[in-house]
């Protein structure tokens, strides 16, 4: 009865070990329901898969690639292992462009609403908890799982890598691909944060799901499509044009496909993994006078990709935003 | 001990133009088991929504235990358990693993938890294969055994169960029921249930409030109530006769002249009377004179059905009216 009366449990953050916070109770719960769903586990071969489907493919290439002088990224072996491709399979971050999206949706699509549906929601939110810890632990238990998930076949691959080449990874290779990992995670929490969101939106499960799948579609294939048709529309054929006309032309079509999530990730893990990419619009001659052909060091790299990334989270954080705005005042009924 | 543990005031709850509960004043005391009785539709849940803080009433306030529901909803939570109409659990956990999750989240230490999730279901009658079973295998009866021990796992000193007896057959009806009464006793639990089912309200309820289309029509035991319903009708005497009689009767202005009779119909054989008094043994008296054959003499008197019955009637033409 002590431990119910107590009003200070919950408030304060010195509870003890034996006593977690009602929070980290339902992350265990969430992550121990996802791990054990078939969903998981089907989502899991998917992903491996695919790891090794394209990593398998740059191991039989890497000779090759790195042989050849004139690129200057050759030399970082294991950004290599993760982006070169002979045109069979696309590179591992071309693959979870997609598998990004797939894999938040489906961790995220009926978060509240299968809840609602059980009847399991009315009695969670009867008990001292509060509303909004019950949304934080869905999409810390979810984007948890990935993280790891991401993170340990970047180990793997690493790992393997070494056992297999020999070749010892550098310090900026494994600041770089932890990076990789973790713009992976921030963009999985985007379509996490999407498909949690439309959980609360809509009753029933497959409304969201197929929603959420109806958003990610047009992202990917539309979008660009809509833009393309634009600019063509709009564009005056490019021989009226001065140049600098022109590059403002296209800088703008470049960051209105940029509101498109994927086109965020894109951008940052390509500037990510290869360090000679220094900058993602067009550059003039007169910019590019002098500069010699040489990977950036992490800074720079980072400097590039930082409104990507924080493009990303702001988004993410958006949808997360709006998943509180529905929940915190909406009527629980079974 | 006499002090209110659940308070409402004029608490009303508007969906756009509609009132699901208009304006309502309802105090629990400390130990009863009060019965929420009405309609599907009435209401009922939605009230006791408001008081768990799970829906914000537009007006009015809801206290329970001196908290404020709406305001301060997971001190309320602490110290009431709510079982909804529809219990649901965690298909791909067994009940156990159910039981102590609710319990964690209720800041039970987690080397306790276990001991007291196996107590309270052996309380309410879960015991051996039925512990470690999935939820998904569970029936009926078993998941509202299970959502009372969840409710009772965090020691409430308020337990509201809305529709509790719902889907069960009438046996386990009368089981759930006997167990909640003694719980209740046991532990000094005040209890809220809502039901439309009059009888199971009729055999456990200390107090009965009758709630149709938002408003409380009425409130009390269940004599008191029949009383107040039933003032001015009072007694209806039903004498059966072997032969039928013509009409017009010719002893229905002798039959109206008694004192505090008020009204007589005819029927074939069955000759109603209304009287404001209990006078059957002076009416069967006036029968035997005239020489009618009475087969049965039937007095009625007013249960919780009839209470229901005229309540909701009354509501039906209403909506008539309307």
Known sequence: MKTIMDPSEGHSATHTATQPHPFWVMVRKEIAGHIRSWRFLVLLLLILLTFWGSISVAMSNIREVLGNVKDPDHLFLYLKLLTTTEGTLPPFHVFLNFLGPILGISLGFDAINSEQQNGTLTRIMAQPVYRDNLLLAKFVSALTLVGSLLLTLSLLMIGGGILITGVLIEAEEVFRIIGFTILCTVYVGFWLGLSIFLSILFKQASTSALTAIGIWLFFTVFYQIIINLVAKAFMPGANELAQMELFQYNDLFLNLLRLAPSQLFTDATTTLLMPSVRSLGPLTMEQMAGAIPSPLPLKESLMIVWPQVSGLIAATTLCFAAAYYLFMRREIRG | ?322
Not at chain 2, 41 to 70: Q, V, W
Not at chain 2, 104 to 121: D, H, K, Q, W
Not at chain 2, 265 to 272: F, K, M, N, S, W
């Open chain 2, 1 to 322: 001990m006499n002090h209110p543990i659940i308070e409402l005031k004029r608490l009303t709850k508007r969906y756009r133009d509609f009132k699901a509960v208009n304006e309502l004043d309802l105090t629990v005391t400390k130990g009863e088991i009060f019965g929420l009785l009405g309609p599907n539709g009435a209401g009922k849940t939605t009230t006791i929504l408001m008081m768990m803080g799970l829906t914000e009433p537009s007006s009015g306030t809801a206290h329970i235990c001196g908290f404020n529901a709406t305001k301060d909803p997971i001190s309320v939570k602490r110290l009431v358990g709510y079982m909804p109409d529809s219990v649901g659990f965690y298909d791909t956990m067994t009940a156990l693993e159910n039981l102590m999750y609710v319990g964690e989240l209720n800041g039970i230490p987690r080397e306790e938890v276990e001991e007291r999730a196996l107590a309270t279901m052996e309380l309410v009658g879960l015991y051996g294969d039925a512990i470690h079973k999935k939820t998904a295998a569970y029936s009926r009866g078993m998941k509202q055994r299970l959502g009372l021990a969840e409710v009772l796992i965090k020691d409430p000193e308020v337990i509201i169960l809305d529709e509790p007896t719902l889907g069960i057959d009438p046996s386990g009806v009368k089981e759930f029921l006997t167990l909640i009464v003694r719980l209740s006793r046991e532990k000094g639990l005040t209890v809220l249930l809502s039901s439309h089912h009059l009888h199971q309200v009729q055999q456990v309820c200390d107090r009965v409030g009758i709630f149709v289309k938002g408003e409380l029509l009425a409130e009390g035991n269940i004599d008191t109530l029949s009383n107040r319903l039933f003032a001015e009708k009072s007694y209806e005497i039903e004498i059966g006769l072997v032969n039928g009689i013509d009409l017009p009767w010719k002893d229905e202005t002798e039959m109206l002249q008694m004192e505090t009779v008020q009204r007589v119909t005819v029927e074939d054989r069955i000759i109603g009377i209304t009287s404001s008094a209990d006078v059957t043994p002076d009416i069967v008296r006036f029968f035997v004179q005239k020489g009618y054959d009475v087969n049965s003499v039937h007095k009625k008197e007013y249960g919780l059905e009839e209470i229901y019955e005229k309540y909701f009637e009354n509501n039906i033409t209403e909506n008539i009216d309307q």
